[in-house]
């Protein structure tokens, strides 16, 4: 407890010298010619006097001594003389010698209510609290609103750990006095011993609506800022105080201390070796810059703390390539899993890796940054941990790896989203490679070329939705494919030569479209190596197609009207409507006795031992 009151004391005396600085007004005259005066009047206890409490405001205090007691040779009953030199010995430290001035001083003015309260002020700060409190009563017993009185009562209370009360005396004196600058300076420290910094930050905010040329206010705003972590908003209270006040040494240090919680060391350095230069003999400014060299040296701490999100980015985009090799496992158990993993796996390491590099380096939002970070760790262990779990899951209960190439034939965009687009995923998902080949950009019934560029960007929309490894579109004239069968066939072999597919699937010879029984004549021709050739049906097949082989698609229907719904241009057609292509793989799943299912006539077949 002596410790802490002890503490609170040494911040009050330095930081705010809420009795002495009062008593020496700004001089009218500078300190130079002050002393030149006091060099050519000698004799002159004014002029000496208003030296000595020069020198006090410089906080040359044994200067200031020697100047007050000539000046009391010169004038020995000067009270006013004796007050200063009781006040210049307890700002400098010497609480017992001021306190014996002080009672010397009541002995010849016992009703003087001024020196009894700096009497009581002096006996506080040597930590000789009742018999300061007595000397307030004393005062107090006399005139019961004393404001000076009230308000270092209450402040003697709050150092005392006694807030509450503290702060009941302290309202009192607001009430009597509501534009009372100390008495609301004296509120807020009280409210800032407490640990109520917010109202403590609002009580300095409205003293200095009264005051606002008031640095030493000022700066007591910007050290609760600071307290606070409102590192940028300290910083600017700091900067104006400086700007108001060049002269005031705790701004400077506490504008450097701020830069250096900041990580900005530049700053911080320069500030303060201007701050040597104005306050050459003061030992904190070299104590800070020795802080700061020490602080921003690369040391282990600092590599820790760079590996730390290195790594966990590093196991975040390892997680994140599996989870989307699996996402349509992880998309048909838990759609709104997969969307939060999938989008925000990126995303939080991107923010990872920012936020970190901001916290090494520093800079102007350093502390927000540090704070947020401290939040994004336990969002980054909760992600690893949910990552980690998915994969566990998939590995759990994901099916075959397979390697097979498969390539599937269309004549227009959406044929192969109608005839097989379900299938191809299901492969896609079990690690197959799939490719589409469009042959036609579908431009028949346009008057105009966006459309047919619309039909185009669909079906790579599409695709996508069905996460083809790639999809080729050719241009091909619409409804005409027939007068150009070779070039397609030629089209078709040298897709089949490139990729080396394992299966084909390609449009059924029982279609009513000439370009659909076309597509299947030139891929029978074009596909003769070693591979499996299987015919879908469309929309517009006919009763006579007989389907022999069934690709069970239950979980992947709506992954197909997905892709469907992708083609926009055809959304008006009542058979890519959602309800009827899911009735249709309904009624052959109904056939293969599943769910449903996408069926297919068997060409040829192979079976491929890998």
């Given at each position: 407890?002596?410790?802490k009151?002890?503490?609170w ?17 700004a001089?009218s ?7 030149s ?16 409490q ?12 020697e ?16 007050y ?16 014996r001035?002080y ?13 009894r309260i ?12 009742e ?5 307030y ?5 006399q005139d ?7 308000r270092?009562?209450g ?17 009192k ?8 600058v ?21 009580t ?44 005031n ?13 900041n990580?900005?060391?530049k ?10 230069l ?12 020795m ?15 760079f590996?730390?999100p ?7 985009l390892f ?6 090799r ?13 969307g939060?993993?999938y ?6 390491a ?31 262990l ?11 899951w998939?590995?759990?209960?994901g ?28 492969y896609?998902e ?11 950009a579908g ?6 070329g966006k ?8 079906a ?15 241009d091909?004239?619409?409804?005409h ?15 089949v ?10 449009h059924?010879p ?8 076309t ?14 050739i ?30 469907l719904?992708?083609h926009?241009t055809?959304?008006?057609?009542a ?13 052959r799943g109904?056939?293969?006795r ?10 040829r077949v ?5």
């Amino acid at each position: 407890m002596l410790r802490k009151i002890h503490i609170w004391l040494t911040l009050w005396c330095l930081l705010t010298g809420t009795v002495l600085l009062p008593m020496y007004a700004a001089a009218s005259l500078p300190l130079s010619e002050l002393e030149s005066q006091a060099r050519s009047n000698p004799t002159s206890a004014s002029v000496w006097g208003e030296l000595g409490q020069a020198y006090a405001r410089e906080r040359r205090f044994t200067e200031a001594l020697e100047a007050l007691n000539r000046a009391l040779t010169l004038s020995p009953q000067a009270k006013h003389i004796l007050y200063h030199i009781a006040l210049t010995t307890a700002w400098s430290g010497n609480y017992n010698e001021a306190a014996r001035l002080y009672s010397d001083l009541l002995v010849q003015y016992p009703d003087d209510h001024a020196i009894r309260i700096d009497y009581g002020q002096t006996l506080a700060w040597n930590r000789q609290f009742e018999a300061a409190r007595q000397q307030y009563q004393i005062v107090l017993n006399q005139d019961p609103e004393h404001i000076e009185a009230l308000r270092h009562l209450g402040i003697l209370t709050g150092w005392e750990s006694d807030y509450s009360a503290a702060l009941e005396v302290l309202e009192k004196a607001q009430k009597l006095d509501p534009k009372n600058v100390r008495v609301l300076s004296a509120q807020a420290e009280v409210l800032s011993w407490m640990g109520n910094l917010s109202q403590a930050a609002q009580t300095y905010e409205q003293a200095l609506t009264i005051a606002p040329k008031d640095t030493a206010l000022r700066v007591k705003l910007a050290q609760t800022y600071q307290w606070q972590g409102r590192i940028r908003a300290a910083q600017d209270q700091y900067l104006t105080a400086i700007g108001d006040d060049p002269g005031n040494l705790e701004a400077y240090l506490g504008l450097g201390s701020a830069y250096r919680d900041n990580h900005q060391f530049k700053e911080a350095e320069e500030l303060l070796r201007r701050a040597a230069l104005l306050f050459p003999d003061e030992p904190r400014i070299s104590e800070s810059l020795m802080e700061i060299a020490a602080q921003k040296g690369w040391q282990l701490s600092n590599l820790i703390h760079f590996l730390e999100p290195v790594v966990f980015i590093a196991l975040l985009l390892f997680m994140f390539y599996h989870i989307r090799r699996y996402r349509r496992v992880l998309h048909r158990r838990n759609r709104w899993l997969r969307g939060t993993i999938y989008v925000g796996m990126p995303l939080l390491a991107l923010t990872t890796a920012a936020l970190y590099s901001f916290s090494i380096w520093g800079g102007e939002y350093y502390r927000e940054v540090q704070t947020f970070s401290q939040f994004l760790e336990i969002i980054n262990l909760l992600v690893l941990i949910t990552v980690f779990a998915t994969l566990v899951w998939l590995l759990r209960f994901g099916r075959n790896v397979s390697h097979q190439v498969i390539l599937a034939i269309g004549a227009h965009p959406d044929d192969i989203e109608f005839g097989c687009g379900a299938t191809l995923l299901r492969y896609r998902e079990s690690g197959c490679h799939t490719y589409g080949l469009v042959l036609t950009a579908g431009r028949e019934g346009f008057a105009a070329g966006k459309e047919s560029e619309a039909r185009v960007n669909e079906a790579r929309a599409s695709a996508k939705t069905l996460a083809l490894s790639n999809l080729e579109i050719m241009d091909f004239p619409d409804t005409h494919l027939s007068a150009h069968k070779q070039k397609i066939k030629d089209a078709i072999e040298s897709v089949v030569k490139r990729i080396k597919p394992d299966i084909v699937f390609t449009h059924t010879p029982h279609d009513l479209h000439s370009d659909h029984k076309t597509v299947f004549e030139a891929t029978r021709e074009a596909v003769r190596g070693a591979c499996t050739i299987l015919s879908y049906e469309n929309p517009n097949t006919p009763v006579g197609f007989q389907p022999a082989y069934y690709v069970d698609v239950t979980d992947y229907i709506d992954d197909k009207i997905a892709a469907l719904s992708q083609h926009k241009t055809q959304a008006g057609k009542a058979y890519a409507a959602p309800d009827v292509v899911r009735s249709s793989a309904g009624f052959r799943g109904t056939q293969a006795r599943i769910k449903y299912a996408e069926a297919f006539e068997v060409v040829r077949v192979l079976e491929k031992v890998y």
